[in-house]
């Protein structure tokens, strides 16, 4: 087992878990996709009434739930892009590039709308 180990060992990993218990047959992308979600709320849960100024999350207790949970949803999302034949890291890749393209460091380095809501990108004023 590698220490550094790549997203598709560690889709070996999940994969193999989830074949030793014949659990592939619940496997599909549509629950998967639904169980990332439960798991991701799961991960949110632990944030629940957190100041912005103060302890995150909020109790102390809870901090080595946010790493089971954080576990939770990777183990998720490594399964449903095995089982949906997405190519994670490609896909990462593909998602920075159009992000970047949307969000040029030199337009919004410290600032955060959404790309469509900066009036100096407005189609109207000609620098767009
Ligand atoms: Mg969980």
Redesign the pocket.
Known sequence: MSVDPTLRELQAEVRAFADARDWGQFHSPRNLAMALS??AS??LELFLWSKDEGPQPPEAGRVPRVA??AA??LMCLLNLADRAGVDLAAALRDKLARAGAKYPVERVRGRARKYDEYAEWSEDDGTA
């Open positions: 439960v798991e799961e991960l089971e949970e939770d949803v």
